[in-house]
T-cell receptor, first 112, second 113 residues
């Protein structure tokens, strides 16, 4: 079975721009969670999508938004990028909202 | 709400020596506990998890952890480490049944030859 895949692997954006990160969940998984990992820190929960609906959100501003598609893949959108948004963004999928997470390798976003 | 404290930011240890990476948590509800490993420029790989049942949990690569409810701890141990174990290790907690993880700040394990 294929694991969680994220694209792109690396991205450089300018402050104020908008970015879209993509995630394909593992086969058979209907739940996707997004995490932000700043350099030298542990991952922080951004939000979770279960069957195309947001199912919980961490302490992130509204300019962080997401979407889950009928095939359970997902996007993370960040508007009005700030320098502090530079981080590794991790996507994780699970069989349902009540199952352990399987992480992808992440997208490294650099905001200059 | 839950929180996790990893008491050591870095742990150097010689090859074939035992190691313990410490993790303490706080929560007002029942919890699930996890240990993940992260190699450079990679995502997180699950080492082991505690959901319920036996408090001694065995994981991959020879790692194990013990859930201690009275001390609110979930320390990770390995009896004999290898150079290839050099990585960042993260402890995580979630409320039982939620799977919205709260991660610690990580412990960098450096295995020395």
């Amino acid at each position: 079975e294929t694991g969680v895949t994220q694209s792109p692997t690396h991205l450089i954006k300018t402050r104020g721009q908008q970015v879209t990160l993509r995630c394909s969940s593992q086969s058979g998984h209907n739940t996707v969670s997004w995490y932000q990992q700043a350099l030298g820190q542990g991952p922080q929960f951004i939000f979770q999508y279960y069957r195309e609906e947001e199912n919980g959100r961490g302490n992130f501003p509204p300019r962080f938004s997401g979407l889950q598609f009928p095939n359970y893949s997902s996007e993370l959108n960040v508007n009005a990028l700030e320098l502090d948004d530079s981080a590794l963004y991790l996507c994780a999928s699970s069989r349902d909202y009540n199952s352990p997470l399987h992480f992808g390798n992440g997208t490294r976003l650099t905001v200059t | 709400a839950q929180s996790v404290t990893q008491l050591d930011s870095q742990v150097p240890v010689f090859e074939e020596a035992p190691v313990e990476l410490r993790c303490n948590y706080s929560s007002s509800v029942s919890v699930y506990l996890f240990w993940y490993v992260q190699y450079p420029n990679q995502g997180l790989q699950l080492l082991l998890k505690y959901l319920s049942g036996s408090t001694l949990v065995k994981g991959i690569n020879g790692f194990e952890a013990e859930f201690n409810k009275s001390q609110t701890s979930f320390h990770l141990r390995k009896p004999s480490v290898h150079i290839s174990d050099t990585a960042e290790y993260f402890c995580a907690v979630s409320g039982a049944g939620t799977y919205k993880y709260i991660f610690g700040t990580g412990t960098r394990l450096k295995v020395l030859a």
